[in-house]
């Protein structure tokens, strides 16, 4: 049977978690967003003050897969977690390295406190759904993501308010 | 004309924090949901490493609302802000206020480099959504949150990992 093993990621580590970042867009059908190179990631995951956080999840010692998340926080209930990015390559599904991912975010969660583990999911994903379903996820039905960016960002940031 | 004013919260504005918070959670039909207290607020937001940073809106020198935020990341885009709340008490509301808070979180945000920010809206505040569509905010339409809380969470960080 394979050994499932699951570490935390290390600055050598960011060429993967590169290509593990593009094999998961390209499932989301959105190959073409990801800008991000090697050099911020780098930046961003591994140094003084870290963005995000990320495990490793490994078949018989090689990496498969990862689990990306950082800290959120809610104002109702304290400090929380958001996974980012969870992937197995497609070679390595059904070994429950994805689980094994996911049970290690929920016990860092755990050890921190966290009230919340959370993440977004795509509405037609419904493989994810399920298995995030198994595990006793729910969907939070009444809320929905606005996202401001590129010129309308911009303009709100440096425009003139009127009251209003 | 009433004169807005924005500043960067400080540890003596956590009652008023607290009160803000449970005023916008009892405008979202929610307020038995909010179990944070102000020791928590203080030692999460105003500690070493803080886990969010707030704006307080004033009017004439009063403060009348927040925008509470913290940085998230986007491994398709890099760094980016979440604004977790934004409320702007009834009394002082159609002064511009809300909208001057968000246009300082949008500044904070081109200042750090962000590609992205973004928040959540609850589906029938219709007012909101309005506004934050007036100003070029955008749905994520096929995205939806999932959360894992409770005896869930628990249950997955402790349990033992089957495969598949």
Known sequence: MPIV????????????????????????RA?????ISEEQLLQDGFGDRPLYECLIGEVDGQPVGMAL????YSTWKGASIHLEDLFVMPSARGLGVGKALLKQVAAIARERSCARLQWDVL??????????????????DEWRIMRLTGEALT??????????
Chains 1, 2 share one sequence.
């Open 5 to 28: 093993n699951i570490r935390a990621a290390v600055a050598a580590d960011v060429p993967l978690i590169l290509q593990l970042i593009r094999g998961l867009a390209a499932y989301e």
């Open 31 to 35: 190959p073409q967003e990801v800008i």
């Open 69 to 72: 998340f950082f800290p959120i």
């Open 123 to 140: 509405d037609w994903n419904q493989p994810a759904i399920d298995f995030y379903h198994s595990l006793g996820a729910k969907f939070l």
């Open 155 to 164: 303009t709100l940031a440096t425009g003139v308010v009127h009251a209003g």
